[in-house]
C-alpha cells in the first residue's frame, strides 16, 4: 500500500492547531500546527491527517486533475477522451 498526500483547502479555521477539510463530501478536522500562517481557502497538502505543505490554487488544481485521471485509469476508462 502507498500513502499519499492529498491537496485540499481549509474550509475553516478551528483555532492556531486545527482546521476543517473536505474531501470527498466527508468533513474532517486536520492538523495545522505544523505549518506557518494557515487561513480559510489556503490548499494544503494532507498526510495522515496533517497538514504538511501549503500550496497555491494552480498546483493544486493540478494535482486533483492528476488524479482524478489516475483515479478514471484505473478504473479502465480513459481520462482523455471529451
Given at each position: 500500500?502507498?500513502?499519499?498526500?492529498v491537496?485540499?483547502?481549509?474550509?475553516?479555521?478551528?483555532?492556531?492547531?486545527?482546521?476543517?477539510?473536505?474531501?470527498?463530501?466527508?468533513?474532517?478536522?486536520?492538523?495545522?500546527?505544523?505549518?506557518?500562517?494557515?487561513?480559510?481557502?489556503?490548499?494544503?497538502?494532507?498526510?495522515?491527517?496533517?497538514?504538511?505543505?501549503?500550496?497555491n490554487?494552480?498546483?493544486?488544481?493540478?494535482?486533483?486533475?492528476?488524479?482524478?485521471?489516475m483515479?478514471?485509469?484505473?478504473?479502465?476508462?480513459?481520462?482523455?477522451?471529451?
Amino acid at each position: 500500500h502507498m500513502c499519499l498526500a492529498v491537496p485540499v483547502m481549509i474550509k475553516e479555521k478551528i483555532s492556531d492547531s486545527v482546521g476543517t477539510i473536505e474531501y470527498g463530501g466527508v468533513i474532517k478536522e486536520v492538523n495545522i500546527q505544523l505549518l506557518d500562517d494557515v487561513n480559510v481557502g489556503d490548499y494544503v497538502l494532507v498526510h495522515a491527517g496533517f497538514a504538511i505543505e501549503k500550496l497555491n490554487s494552480e498546483e493544486a488544481e493540478e494535482t486533483l486533475v492528476l488524479m482524478r485521471q489516475m483515479a478514471m485509469l484505473s478504473e479502465g476508462e480513459n481520462p482523455f477522451e471529451a
